[in-house]
């Protein structure tokens, strides 16, 4: 079946510009995250929703970063007053939501943010 | 909170010889631990993972990884590298949200590298 879906796969902007992000999850899956790896790193979380509302969205940076999934399905995030050092790939991971800490999370292939 | 630490940034080996990659984990109660796989531009792909079950866990493309709980280790192993294994590899261990959802943590990530 289909899987996690991330558009654009690509997206240069320049400093000071609003982007977003777009994540389509796997049918069916209620519980989606955002990560984000910047170059040689590990990925971090972002933000984890559950249906539609944000249930942990601990690890944005800042206000600067939004996210929204208003029909519990597709999310995106939102970036206001983009900063070079907002350059980075930026995961989307579904998941059932039933197993608890053992839930498998797929991933998508990331959106790399370039900001100039 | 939940960590790892790859102890390699970088393994190399010949191919058909054994891969060990290694991992320490910290953890305040018996974690959910996961290696995943990420090709050069390529999403992430989940290899195995160890939900308290068998310590002994098999995964796909022949690898296994043993959860070792008195010596906080959850090493990769393969018997015989394939030159299709080279890619990046990330220990990641669930940890708790603030709203009792769970995300992940990932380890730096060790760069696999196969010699012909």
């Known amino acids: 079946g289909a899987g996690v879906s991330q558009t654009p796969s690509n997206k240069v902007t320049e400093k000071g510009k609003y982007v977003e992000l777009r994540c389509d999850p796997i049918?069916?899956?209620?519980?989606l995250y955002w990560y984000r790896q910047s170059l040689g790193q590990g990925p971090e979380f972002l933000i984890y929703f559950q249906g539609t509302g944000a249930a942990d969205d601990s690890g944005l940076p800042n206000d600067r970063f939004f996210a929204v999934r208003p029909e519990g399905s597709v999310s995106t995030l939102k970036i206001q007053r983009t900063e070079r050092g907002d350059s980075a790939v930026y995961l989307c991971a579904s998941s059932s939501g039933t197993s608890g800490g053992a839930d498998t999370q797929y991933f998508g292939p990331g959106t790399r943010l370039t900001v100039l | 909170a939940q960590s790892v630490t790859q102890l390699d940034s970088h393994v190399s080996v010949s191919e058909g010889t054994p891969v060990l990659l290694r991992c320490n984990y910290s953890?305040?109660?018996?974690?959910?631990l996961f290696w995943y796989v990420q090709h050069p531009n390529k999403g992430l792909q989940l290899l195995l993972k160890?939900?308290?079950?068998?310590?002994l866990v098999k995964g796909i493309n022949g690898f296994e990884a043993e959860f070792k709980k008195s010596e906080t280790s959850f090493h990769l192993t393969k018997p015989s590298a394939h030159m299709s294994d080279a890619a990046e590899y990330f220990c990641?261990?669930?940890?708790?949200?603030?709203?009792?959802?769970?995300?992940?943590?990932f380890g730096k990530g060790t760069r696999l590298s196969v010699i012909a």
């Open positions: 953890s305040s109660y018996s974690p959910s």
């Open positions: 049918s069916g899956h209620t519980a």
């Open positions: 160890y939900t308290s079950a068998a310590t």
């Open positions: 990641v261990v669930s940890d708790w949200g603030s709203s009792g959802n769970t995300r992940l943590v």
